[in-house]
């Protein structure tokens, strides 16, 4: 019966995510035009994050005359092993790319924060001090951080950077809106499928919990923002990130964004629209 059961989830890939897209769509509120044209802070916890979860938005804001500023929080050292190239030399490749991609994003600015990739809860206060004087130098009107269901086996850096961001907001003198992006997030059924040779009894058994999970996007991502005009400018800025798009090593072991569930959850990214949770947050009186 488990096997029938995720055969059928998952027997016609490509309408089962159109579906998933199509409802996710339909239940989103576009962003009104206004808000776009607010100031902005990306918190982004590696190089390449801040495309992929808001590109097409920063070039939308930009359209509408925001000043958007980044801020890395990771040195981006541990997306590909030591034994591949270099800790230091992949910092020096992901901060240029970085600054290839802001400049096609059309960015007024980039902070890098350089805290070790995948170490950055333990960095949490001096991160947090580091993010409450940015907050305090830019003041900004919105500030983008990842969604608070990020999965923590794929994107420890992306719990972190929002924990640590809304910490910082607690001494955040003005009210705020929080938008929050998924990236790794769509790393779950129905946003992708089932991984092959993991569809028995057992499986769906341990993974039950995760079907629910993937749905909380059609009730917590209600706000939406079409990209669609500026689709094509952001995926040339995502291309700008090499290192995670292409083999830069010959090796069978550089893994590349592309590589990632067939290829179903790097769609996501390449989509029409960009979906969010946005909350006002208010000061503490």
């Known amino acids: ?73 990771t040195d981006g050292s541990g997306s590909h092993p030591a034994t591949l190239i270099s800790r230091q030399e992949l910092i020096a490749t992901r901060h240029r790319e970085a600054l290839s991609a802001a400049a096609i994003l059309g960015v007024d600015d980039a902070y890098f924060l350089d805290f070790k990739d995948q170490a950055l809860s333990t960095n949490a206060t001096d991160a947090t001090q580091r993010v409450v004087e940015i907050l305090g130098k830019e ?52 946003w992708v499928g089932f991984q092959k040779g993991c569809l028995g009894r057992r499986y769906l058994a341990k993974n039950s919990l995760k079907l629910m999970f ?43 964004l592309g590589k990632v569930s067939g290829g179903e959850w790097l769609e996501m990214f390449c989509l029409d629209y960009e979906f969010f949770r946005c909350t006002l947050h208010h000061p503490h009186a």
């Open 139 to 190: 003041q900004p009107e919105q500030i983008f951080v990842p969604y608070r269901r990020e999965p923590m086996a794929q994107a420890a850096d992306h719990v972190a950077t929002t924990n640590i961001v809304w910490s910082a907001l607690e001494s955040y003198p003005k009210p705020v809106m929080v938008w929050e992006y998924p990236v790794w997030y769509w790393f779950h059924w129905p």
């Open 214 to 256: 993937g749905c909380h996007a059609l009730l917590e991502l209600r706000n939406s923002v079409n990209i669609q005009d500026v689709l094509r400018k952001k995926i040339a800025a995502l291309a700008e990130h090499r290192s995670q798009m292409t083999e830069l090593v010959p090796n069978p072991a550089w893994t590349t």
């Open 1 to 73: 019966m488990a096997n029938a059961i995720a055969e059928t989830l998952d027997v016609r890939p490509a309408k089962r995510f159109h579906l998933a897209v199509q409802l996710l769509t339909l239940v989103a509120t576009e962003v009104h035009s206004k808000s776009l044209g607010q100031s902005a802070l990306i918190f982004s916890p590696h190089p390449d994050d801040e495309c992929l979860g808001c590109g097409g938005t920063i070039l939308k804001k930009k359209q509408a005359g925001a000043t958007v500023k980044l801020v890395h929080m």
